[in-house]
């Protein structure tokens, strides 16, 4: 459970420090805001919780400052704290209640268990070029905040849904190093057209996909001219 102390008089004072109540030891999990009951009492004044608490982070990687909040009125005040995102691990929130003169403090720990997230791509074109019997290199980057991954087909995969342009067998050869993997993609022999190719990363857990538009067009023939005689004219003569 947490702990409380307080503060001695200033001056002279005579009056009461303000009162935290008990708070039990807090759990979460990663990305999670905590809502954190505070009762706060001053039997010599009425205390506002945003201006009457402060709170202090033992860390400040899991919980920077202006990742928590107070709010609510007095005596029930509310702390909301917010993760920092994709953060796990322990902090000790100290809470200190303040009537200006007089102060108490309470200290309670908060654990933020790890949570799986799934991993994704970036740098995919929505859609992809390539001339028939032509085979068509891509790069893209993958990220997982978890655990680093590798750009083979234990990772990635994917599925076509014209397998008469794009076969769902070996069409793809995977490549690179995490994070940037690259992927040849070759459509089958003297077709043309569109598929949808729908790729797959997976980090053993949690799957991720993303679908682009792949075209195979026919081979461009470039225009030109029939041979031409020499010209001649006379001046001012178009």
Request: glycine share 8%; aromatic share 6%.
């Amino acid at each position: 459970g947490g702990s409380t102390s307080g503060g001695g008089s200033l001056g002279g004072n005579t009056g009461y420090a303000p009162t935290i109540g008990a708070i039990a030891d807090q759990t979460t999990f990663e990305d999670v805001p905590l809502n954190v009951a505070v009762e706060v009492a001053d039997q010599d004044s009425t205390l506002a919780c945003n201006t009457s608490l402060s709170l202090v982070s033992s860390n400040t990687v899991l919980f920077p400052v202006a990742n928590i909040v107070v709010s609510g009125n007095a005596p029930a005040c509310v702390v909301i704290l917010n993760p920092a995102p994709n953060a796990n691990g322990n902090s000790n929130i100290t809470i200190t209640a303040s009537d200006g003169v007089l102060s108490s403090s309470r200290t309670f720990a908060v654990n933020v268990s790890p949570v799986n997230d799934a991993p994704t791509f970036s740098g995919l074109d929505p859609i992809i070029y390539t001339l028939k019997n032509t085979t068509q290199n891509i790069s893209f980057s993958l990220k997982d905040v978890d655990n680093p991954l590798t750009c083979l087909g234990d990772t990635l995969s994917y599925v076509s849904d014209n397998p008469v342009l794009i076969s769902n067998s070996q069409a793809i050869s995977w490549g690179g190093t995490w994070p940037n993997c690259t992927a040849a993609i070759t459509p089958v022999e003297a077709a043309t057209g569109n598929a949808a190719l729908t790729f797959f990363v997976s980090d053993g857990s949690l799957t991720s996909s993303q679908t682009v538009t792949f075209v195979v067009t026919d081979w461009n023939s470039v225009p030109s001219l029939g041979s031409m005689d020499s010209q001649s004219t006379s001046e001012d003569l178009p």
